[in-house]
């Protein structure tokens, strides 16, 4: 028979996602040498941008976000799973565990936001080429990123809002971290109901973003068509092919763990985790290195810093 615990009684909670691993120190060390990565390639691309004034146009400005963006994702989630593979810390107190449910949550969103605007940039700069600089300027360009912040976080504190008056029964959490299913099942109430809000939300906030991106490029190719120069099709391409890799890389396991969540496939717990870490941080290790080295300035940049640096004697 379950036990009865209020809220209050509930201080922290015991994360055993990972106890059924068979050699966790390798998984800990594996995700502790990608998150490094992660973070260094992200915070390398922001001193690139931030540190060249050549670069403060709104196409940067956005892949800047997109960085602030893939260091806050993963931050979220992978210091916590890293502490418990590594060190063998398994307990988390309750407070610093809703932020961690909430911040992860608007990680995800401010993912999807980032790379649909930095779609609606693509459009404006190949529909209207002539008047680009005037529509998006780096002023509304700061404006519009403000703005999705503000609509992520608004968006996210239902999290917050749903758990904080539920009753806890249960202090161990079954995932690899504070997510807003592993929290929900600790609780005394029927989770279904909740389920269902976050299956609504996430999906108006998936397919809305990946409806919006591709009508983007719908829109993008009816232009390219018209075009007569073979040499102005290539530059289209080149110009998107960076964007269109990331849209891959973000919704394409997002839609894979949806398919098979609601088709039924029963997978076992490492295979959801694997799935579920290649969400995390396979995307956020791969966009810095696209546009590092197939946009051409910043490509340039690290080009010429590299053969600034004389061999030693």
């Given at each position: 028979?379950?036990?009865?615990?209020?809220?209050?009684?509930?201080?922290?909670?015991?994360?055993?996602?990972?106890?059924?691993?068979?050699?966790?120190?390798?998984?800990?060390?594996?995700?502790?040498?990608?998150?490094?990565?992660?973070?260094?390639?992200?915070?390398?691309?922001?001193?690139?941008?931030?540190?060249?004034?050549?670069?403060?146009?709104?196409?940067?400005?956005?892949?800047?976000?997109?960085?602030?963006?893939?260091?806050?994702?993963?931050?979220?989630?992978?210091?916590?799973?890293?502490?418990?593979?590594?060190?063998?810390?398994?307990?988390?107190?309750?407070?610093?565990?809703?932020?961690?449910?909430?911040?992860?949550?608007?990680g995800f969103v401010m993912e999807l936001f980032t790379i649909?605007?930095?779609?609606?940039?693509?459009?404006?700069?190949?529909?209207?080429?002539?008047?680009?600089?005037?529509?998006?300027?780096?002023?509304?360009?700061?404006?519009?990123?403000?703005?999705?912040?503000?609509?992520?976080?608004?968006?996210?504190?239902?999290?917050?809002?749903?758990?904080?008056?539920?009753?806890?029964?249960?202090?161990?959490?079954?995932?690899?971290?504070?997510?807003?299913?592993?929290?929900?099942?600790?609780?005394?109430?029927?989770?279904?109901?909740?389920?269902?809000?976050?299956?609504?939300?996430?999906?108006?906030?998936?397919?809305?973003?990946?409806?919006?991106?591709?009508?983007?490029?719908?829109?993008?190719?009816?232009?390219?068509?018209?075009?007569?120069?073979?040499?102005?099709?290539?530059?289209?391409?080149?110009?998107?092919?960076?964007?269109?890799?990331?849209?891959?890389?973000?919704?394409?396991?997002?839609?894979?763990?949806?398919?098979?969540?609601?088709?039924?496939?029963?997978?076992?717990?490492?295979?959801?985790?694997?799935?579920?870490?290649?969400?995390?941080?396979?995307?956020?290790?791969?966009?810095?290195?696209?546009?590092?080295?197939?946009?051409?300035?910043?490509?340039?940049?690290?080009?010429?810093?590299?053969?600034?640096?004389?061999?030693?004697?």
């Amino acid at each position: 028979m379950a036990q009865n615990f209020s809220r209050k009684t509930i201080t922290e909670f015991v994360i055993t996602g990972f106890d059924t691993f068979e050699k966790p120190m390798a998984v800990g060390i594996a995700i502790f040498v990608v998150y490094m990565l992660v973070m260094l390639a992200n915070f390398a691309n922001i001193c690139f941008i931030m540190l060249d004034q050549r670069l403060h146009q709104p196409m940067y400005l956005f892949i800047c976000n997109l960085a602030i963006v893939d260091m806050l994702y993963c931050t979220s989630s992978c210091p916590t799973m890293i502490s418990v593979l590594v060190v063998g810390y398994k307990t988390i107190s309750y407070a610093p565990c809703v932020l961690q449910m909430f911040v992860f949550g608007l990680g995800f969103v401010m993912e999807l936001f980032t790379i649909s605007v930095m779609a609606f940039d693509r459009l404006i700069a190949i529909v209207n080429p002539l008047r680009y600089r005037s529509i998006l300027t780096n002023y509304r360009s700061v404006l519009l990123t403000f703005l999705l912040w503000i609509l992520g976080s608004a968006t996210m504190a239902v999290l917050p809002a749903t758990i904080l008056p539920l009753p806890f029964c249960y202090s161990t959490l079954k995932f690899m971290f504070c997510d807003y299913g592993s929290v929900v099942r600790a609780t005394c109430v029927d989770p279904n109901l909740y389920f269902d809000l976050m299956s609504v939300l996430t999906s108006v906030v998936l397919f809305g973003t990946f409806g919006f991106i591709c009508g983007s490029y719908i829109r993008i190719v009816s232009v390219v068509v018209k075009m007569a120069s073979n040499g102005g099709k290539q530059k289209v391409f080149h110009t998107c092919f960076s964007h269109l890799i990331v849209v891959i890389c973000y919704y394409g396991p997002s839609f894979i763990i949806t398919v098979l969540t609601r088709v039924g496939v029963a997978l076992t717990l490492e295979e959801r985790h694997g799935l579920r870490l290649g969400t995390i941080l396979g995307p956020s290790l791969v966009n810095p290195f696209i546009y590092c080295f197939r946009t051409k300035e910043i490509r340039s940049k690290i080009l010429k810093m590299v053969s600034k640096v004389e061999p030693a004697e």
